[in-house]
């Protein structure tokens, strides 16, 4: 009788357990993945993002998904690409370089599952994105680690292409120039070059609206988008300092009015990151640590159902075992009256 109780027990405390990530919409464990990654036939650059996706459902992004390759491979020496979201048992993954379509699946996706080797290849790189060699590029021209479009004032080396669809110009700005600060007018793809610490950077105006541009610093990629008037610190090399300082002071005529100045700044905490004004302040925090948190608040809930699932059960069969009692001495006092 008792072994019966506890073989009903574990039975409910089971399946309510199973219940838990449907009741709290808390996704399963994800699916893993990593493997190697070609960029036109090459070993993709360090910084090459690494994305997936299920047609017509909802994945969870920024937890390892995306990933940066790591000497041509995901997951191997750098992050595990994740996969993870609610109903995506026996789904097609998909997956992308750099956003474009690498033309390769993985079926099918399992909660838990992994890490499975999906190996990735794509042609060449628009410009902009990450790149080591010109061969990289639609353009034929890696400038600073990012694929550049040619210019008239800079050739591309190591065989890239020449002639026409010339549009854009470079500017060099002076060591002199820029400690004493300096503005420049630039058009869509125009681009600044300058020395920083002995090395060579550059900053490219790639979109414009009426109101906001987005430049891309480089040798090291950094993407950003300014408002009028608003100003930008930046660590060009990744130590403890910034190095320059950007605003874009007006927009007319389709051309941005940026400021240029060399700064040596202590970095005293993450939100000095980003200038003032900007609406998206820049995070401390790791893809990792998202993880981490996600997957503590999940284990978390979960210890804390099954000892409020443990409790119940035992309240309900103490008080059972109780009502058998009385009724039982209910029995027998009856029994005695009808016998005496």
């Not at 590029?137 to 020449?162: F, H, I, K, Q, R």
């Not at 009028?228 to 610190?233: N, S």
């Not at 284990?299 to 009502?323: C, D, M, P, Q, S």
Request: proline share 4%.
């Amino acid at each position: 009788m008792k072994m019966g109780k506890i073989y009903s027990f574990l039975i409910i405390l089971f399946l309510s357990i199973m219940l838990i990530p449907s009741i709290f919409a808390i996704p399963g464990f994800p699916h893993e993945f990593c493997g190697d990654v070609l960029v036109n036939d090459l070993p993709a650059p360090d910084g090459t993002l690494i994305s997936a996706e299920i047609t017509g459902k909802t994945v969870i992004a920024n937890i390892q998904n995306p990933v940066e390759t790591l000497n041509g491979n995901y997951g191997k020496e750098g992050s595990s690409l994740l996969v993870q979201g609610e109903d995506l048992e026996d789904s097609i993954v998909r997956f992308f370089v750099n956003g474009v379509y690498a033309d390769k699946t993985f079926s099918y996706f399992a909660y838990g599952g992994g890490p499975d080797c999906v190996n990735l290849s794509v042609g060449k790189q628009a410009d902009g994105e990450p790149c080591s060699v010109n061969d990289y590029c639609t353009s034929g021209y890696c400038l600073n680690s990012v694929c550049t479009p040619v210019t008239s004032t800079e050739a591309p080396t190591g065989g890239g292409p020449s002639g026409g669809g010339i549009s854009s110009t470079t500017s060099i700005i002076s060591v002199n120039e820029l400690l004493q600060g300096v503005s420049k007018d630039l058009n869509v793809d125009d681009k600044l070059t300058m020395s920083i610490g002995g090395e060579n950077h550059a900053v490219r105006l790639t979109r414009l609206t009426s109101t906001t541009a987005t430049i891309i610093i480089t040798s090291t990629p950094q993407t950003k988008t300014l408002n009028i008037g608003e100003e930008l610190k930046v660590n060009v090399n990744d130590d403890e300092y910034f190095d320059l300082l950007i605003k874009l002071n007006s927009i007319s005529l389709s051309k941005a009015n940026i400021s240029l100045k060399a700064i040596n700044e202590l970095i005293s905490s993450p939100s000095d990151v980003i200038g003032a004004g900007e609406t998206e302040p820049a995070s401390d925090i790791t893809t990792e640590e998202k993880e981490s948190d996600f997957t503590l608040m999940t284990i978390l809930i979960t210890i804390v159902l099954v000892i409020v699932l443990i409790g119940v059960a035992y309240w309900v069969i103490y008080r059972k075992k109780i009502f058998r009692k009385k009724n039982r001495k209910g029995g027998k006092r009856t029994s005695r009256k009808n016998i005496s």
